[in-house]
Structure formats: C-alpha cells, structure tokens
Nanobody, 124 residues
Framework: VQLQASGGGLVQTGGSLRLSCAAS????????MGWFRQAPQKEREFVAG????????FYADSVKGRFTISINNAKDAVYLQMNSLNPEDTAVYYC??????????????????WGQGTQVTVSS
C-alpha cells in the first residue's frame, strides 16, 4: 500500500484547507485510515481517524468541531477538511492506514502505512 497526501499549503488564521490522501495497492487488510501531524520539535500526534467503510470517526480533542474526516472507498481516498485553522495547527500532516486494535487507534506505532506528509502552515 502506498499513500500519497496532498492539499497542504499556507493559510491565514481562520482559514480552511482540505487534505487528500490517495491510496494505491490493496487496502483490504486495513481497518482504519487517518491523519497524524508533527510540528517542529514536537512529537507526532493523532489528528483524526475513520473506519474503512466510514461507519466510525474519531478525533483529537484539539480538532473536534473544526476538522472533518471522510472516506471514498470507490477511489481509495481519505480526506481531511480543516476549518477555523489557527497557528497551533501548523505541522506536517501524514496520511496513515492500518489495523490497530481499538484501544491503540490514537498511537502512530499502530499504523503500518504512512504517506510522505504534506505541510500545513497557518499564519497569524
């Protein structure tokens, strides 16, 4: 499985961006797709996740109500709509896929497939 993330860029505080992640190869064995992010000199952190058929979504508290994750299984793609962005959202965003057990869904080590990352910069 290869993941290709896109859609990052520079936006002002309060603005919006939509990240896309296209998967190639079979995702048959994966249960979840999602997004993590890593800001400079900070650890990688969970942002949002979605079950393969879109029946369940889960978010970090810091993005709830502002970000929305969605999936298009026909296209093997996952999206992250990000609204009301603020400078604390500045990071490299990574698309992931994997089959973590339920309690490990928020941990980066639980995901076996990672995209290359896309930079999101929010100016104040």
């Amino acid at each position: 499985v290869q993941l290709q993330a896109s859609g990052g860029g520079l936006v002002q505080t309060g603005g919006s961006l939509r990240l896309s992640c296209a998967a190639s190869g079979t995702l048959f064995s994966t249960r979840y797709m999602g997004w993590f992010r890593q800001a400079p000199q900070k650890e990688r952190e969970f942002v949002a996740g979605i079950s393969r058929f879109g029946l369940a979504t889960f978010y970090a508290d810091s993005v709830k109500g502002r970000f929305t994750i969605s999936i298009n299984n026909a296209k093997d793609a996952v999206y992250l709509q990000m609204n009301s962005l603020n400078p604390e959202d500045t990071a490299v965003y990574y698309c992931v896929a994997g089959s973590p057990i339920h309690s490990n869904r928020y941990f980066p080590a639980a995901y076996g497939y990672w995209g290359q990352g896309t930079q999101v910069t929010v100016s104040s």
